[in-house]
């Protein structure tokens, strides 16, 4: 199946399982703006609590804040955001269409990696196990010559981007005869920045209101907290303090689903370290994060780390993890080497002294950064993509059928355990209602009395429960039931009593913990 057609399943199919509606849907919905449904909120639940025990329980010393979205507005103005958190935006005179002028030359990047990839692909299936790949690269006129190309617009764009020069970025787009995908044409306007804070008025009066804006990041509410914590927590460096909360961006193109939204949420980490270690730490982190991912068990080979071209106006080291999307690699996380950037401004413009005493130096000085960021939101697409998957298989009635599965790692599973009584009646409803009396304070649990067996299994498939138990006749004489697993969909008959153990050893946070 095509990958693109895999991602508009998988939209589908967030919506007919009740994990992500479009937002004031009745209304005709509101653009870049999303709601989560009943399972999808389990799912950015567990999500958050994946992270949150991660930095916070396992790690002594970082602790957690929960900052007000409504901040001072000078906070804007010293972190930078007001004058440099813009995009470059560019627009189709004749479809109207706008779009982000950066991400249109990455996509025509894009495009000569993809010929690069299926030149390989082609010489791989023809040459079988003889082929050699790094040779070939080295070697085959037609991936040099995109390669070519690739190295030439790379370094002309990244310089285009250091220099600020929106100029030459409309010019590159213009030579390298990018056209608008909706009306086909290459009739541009000139590139422009184009400022992504969202800003309302606080206070009643005309004359006192006071304009601010809603936050583009939670990083900020951590910098202006950052004496408060380090003193009252008697806090020593290193340390970190971690928040999880919601961010606003007015994003110019907001297209694939939850992938880049309005509002969104966000999971941030500042770490404050000694001036001069900070690039250790970073390198630090970036493992940390990394085994954070891949211990969801998707594949090594599906992340890869991205460097950043243009850095930040705080950064001094960056670098984004990447997850392979349906619509190829894209970003999931980034972390960043903040330098003192974001203190010192503070410092500076709130008046306050933002030092720290080392008592091992005796010496003050403004604490480095390093900030590791993830969407949640990013996140849940990134599991969900992962974890569709559509299966021949042979029904009970003898025809091959498929079954639309998510396998979600079981400790994020919206519902752990699905409890079916073969039928109402006989006793086998109540039966199944005290099993699910007994380890609803422990995990999830779903009771589903309608439909066919097989088709309640399906029902379970495709929202990711890990397990499902039939309660039957027998159940009523021996008081054991049958377990049956998501992905082997092997069965196997147990006792009522040992449900629990068995459950709870697979879906505790503790099982991805062990792979860190
Ligand atoms: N404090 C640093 C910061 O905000 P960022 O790279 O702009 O850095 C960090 O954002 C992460 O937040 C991204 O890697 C992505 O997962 C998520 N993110 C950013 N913009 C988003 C959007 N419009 N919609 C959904 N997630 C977004």
């Given amino acids: 199946m095509a990958q693109e057609d895999v991602f508009k399943k998988l939209v589908a199919h967030c919506k007919e399982y009740g994990f992500v509606f479009q937002s004031s849907e009745i209304y005709d919905g509101l653009g870049a703006v999303y709601d989560y449904g009943q399972n999808g909120v389990e799912l950015k639940n567990n999500i958050k609590k994946y992270w949150w025990d991660s930095m916070v329980l396992l790690h002594e010393n970082v602790v957690g804040i929960d900052s007000a979205i409504f901040m001072h507005p000078t906070i804007w103005k010293a972190s930078g955001h007001v004058d440099a958190f813009n995009d470059p935006l560019i627009d189709n005179k004749d479809s109207k269409k706008r779009y982000r002028a950066d991400v249109l030359i990455e996509e025509q990047l894009a495009k000569f990696e993809d010929k690069i990839e299926k030149e390989i692909e082609k010489a791989s299936k023809r040459f079988g196990d003889s082929f050699d790949e790094k040779q070939f690269r080295e070697t085959n006129a037609r991936v040099l010559e995109n390669q070519q190309k690739w190295d030439e617009l790379k370094a002309r764009f990244v310089k285009a981007l250091n220099d600020s020069d929106l100029d030459e970025v409309k010019q590159i787009i213009i030579d390298q005869e990018i056209v608008c995908p909706v009306s086909g044409t290459r009739n541009w306007t000139d590139v422009r920045q184009f400022n992504l804070m969202f800003s309302t008025d606080m206070g009643s009066t005309a004359d006192g209101a006071l304009k601010i804006y809603l936050r583009p990041e939670t990083a900020q509410g951590i910098f202006v907290n950052y004496l408060n914590v380090q ?244 159940t009523l004489e021996d008081h054991t039931v049958t377990i049956r697993y998501r992905d082997s969909m092997l069965q196997d008959r147990i006792a009522i009593s040992e449900l629990k153990a068995r459950i709870s050893g697979e879906v505790t946070m503790k099982k991805l913990f062990a792979e860190l």
């Fill in 231 to 474: 003193k009252t927590g008697r806090m020593k460096i290193p340390f970190g303090i971690a928040q999880i909360g919601k961010a606003f961006r007015n994003e110019i193109v907001a297209r694939q689903f939850i992938f880049r939204m309005r509002e969104f949420e966000q999971m941030e980490l500042q770490f404050f370290v000694r001036p001069g270690s900070e690039l250790d730490w970073f390198q630090k982190w970036k493992q940390t994060r990394m085994n954070w991912h891949q211990a969801l068990g998707f594949g090594k080979e599906n992340y890869r780390f991205h460097e950043h071209d243009k850095l930040a106006h705080y950064a001094n080291a960056a670098v984004d993890v990447e997850y392979r999307f349906p619509f190829g690699f894209k970003e999931v996380e980034g972390i960043h080497s903040r330098t003192d950037f974001d203190l010192t401004q503070h410092q500076q413009f709130s008046g306050k002294k933002i030092q720290y005493f080392d008592p091992e130096l005796n010496e003050s000085y403004v604490p480095f950064v390093v900030e590791t960021s993830i969407g949640v939101d990013r996140m849940f697409l990134q599991i969900m993509a992962a974890s569709y998957a559509e299966e021949e298989i042979v029904s009970e009635d003898g025809k091959k059928d498929i079954r639309v599965v998510l396998r979600i790692p079981a400790p994020l599973a919206p519902v752990k355990l699905a409890v079916l009584p073969l039928m109402k009646k006989d006793g086998l409803a109540e039966k199944a209602r005290e099993i699910i009396d007994e380890l609803k304070f422990d995990f999830n649990c779903q009771y589903d009395e309608k439909d066919s067996i097989g088709k309640r299994y399906r029902r379970q498939d495709a929202i990711g429960t890990p397990f499902c138990v039939t309660v039957d006749h027998i």
